[in-house]
Each structure stands twice: as C-alpha cells, then as structure tokens.
C-alpha cells in the first residue's frame, strides 16, 4: 500500500487565490512527523511546512498551512494568495519514528501551475 | 541555499560505465541520504549514512553503492549503468533531533546514452 497518497497530478489556480493540495498518508506508527517541500523547475527541493503527529494545532509558515486531520490521516497543504513564483511540483512526505533510519517517504506530487 | 553540495550538477555517460556522484552534508550534519528521482518511479529512498555507518537502506540496486567518509563527505558508487538509471540523484542531510526535515543538495541530472 502506498504510504503517501497525492491524488492531483496537476492543478490550476488563479493568480491571489488559494489553493488546497491534498495529501494522505498510511502509518500504524503513533508518532510521526508530515513535510511539504516544493521542487521548481530549477530541480532543487525546498522545504515548506512540517507537522508533528502529536502537534495540537495545524503548522503554518507564512503564506502555507497545513491542514491536518489526524482521524482522516490528511495533511492537506493551503497555499494562500497564490503568486506566480508557486507553479512548481509539490512534494507530501512522512518519517515514521519506528524506522530503523529517519527518512523521509515522498509522494508522487502535485504540480501546480499559477495562471496570472 | 540548503548548505549541502553535490557535485557534478549534469552527468552525461553510456552504458556500462561506473560513475561517483559526491555530497557534501550541511556543516555539523551526521546523516546523509541518497534518492533518486525519475519521471517512473518518483522519488525513491536509495540509502542513509549515519557518522559513517549505513543506517537504513531502501530500494537500491546491487550495482549501486554508498560510503560517507571521515569527514561526512559521501560518495555513490553506480556501476554497469543502464539507460533506466537516468534520473535525478538527491543528497540530503539533517541534524539531530527536531522534525527531522531534510535539507536537499540541488541534484545531480545523470544521463546514461
């Protein structure tokens, strides 16, 4: 079973608006921690936003929040005020504390196209 | 800028040929993770080092091998390479405790002809 579900391929947004990129995820570990990173048509991988599993409330970082839903096991990302630097592909990942290493295990992404 | 190096940033070989992708983590980083990402298979978990051990090892392929050196440095090794192994090759690196998040190099584009 896939551990981190991406279900949009591609999205479109308008210029100012927000967005929801959705995100869940597959884990029997009770303690485990969701990143989003971004990845621009230059290749690099930037980190966005991160949520504990045993965090109250939803991680935000600026213009990204994180909206998690711990019972549905979503972590869906909220971009607001969409500008045309955010047309990327966009990347959900989870570390599961009871791995031997702490990596990171990624989703098929989300790319997401800002239309001015 | 994340603070780790990769070099080369492009790759260019045929196949059969052996080549050695280099990492250098963020200063005071103990671990470092190799993945690789092609248009197929995504980004794929490949392996970690920790202060110069193997920690965990994920979808790699016999004829690929790591090390992390003394000085944190790490090197993958690939080898016979054949045209599917072109691809996008991440190091990362993170320190310890806090989230756990992993600070990428910008890649190394490999392409096997």
């Known amino acids: 079973a896939q551990k981190i579900t991406q279900t949009q391929p591609g999205m479109f947004v308008q210029e100012k608006e927000a967005v929801t990129l959705d995100c869940t995820y597959d884990?029997?570990?009770?303690?485990?921690?969701l990143f989003w990173y971004k990845q621009p048509s230059s290749g690099e991988m930037i980190f966005l936003i991160y949520?504990?599993?045993?965090?109250?409330q939803n991680a935000t970082e600026g213009r990204y929040s994180l909206n998690f839903q711990k019972a549905r096991k979503s972590a869906n990302l909220v971009i607001s005020a969409s500008q045309l630097g955010d047309s990327a592909m966009y990347f959900c990942?989870?570390?599961?504390?009871?791995?031997?290493?702490?990596?990171?295990?990624f989703g098929g992404g989300t790319r997401l196209m800002v239309k001015p | 800028d994340s603070g780790v190096t990769q070099t080369p940033k492009h790759l260019i070989t045929a196949t059969g040929q052996r080549v050695t992708l280099r990492c250098s983590p963020r200063?005071?980083?103990?671990?470092v993770y190799w993945y690789q990402q092609s248009l197929d298979q995504g980004l794929q978990f490949l392996i970690q080092?920790?202060?110069?051990?193997?920690?965990a090892k994920g979808n790699i392929l016999e004829r690929f091998s790591a090390q992390q050196f003394p000085d944190l440095h790490s090197e993958l090794n690939l080898s016979s390479l054949e045209l599917g192994d072109s691809a996008l090759y991440f190091c990362?690196?993170?320190?310890?405790?806090?989230?756990?998040?992993?600070?990428f190099g910008s890649g190394t584009q490999l392409s096997v002809l």
């Open positions: 200063s005071g980083d103990l671990s």
């Open positions: 884990t029997s570990d009770p303690s485990y921690g």
């Open positions: 990362a690196s993170s320190g310890t405790g806090g989230s756990g998040k992993l600070f």
């Open positions: 949520q504990g599993s045993y965090d109250q």
């Open positions: 080092y920790y202060n110069g051990e193997e920690r």
């Open positions: 990942a989870m570390r599961e504390n009871n791995n031997a290493g702490n990596m990171l295990t």
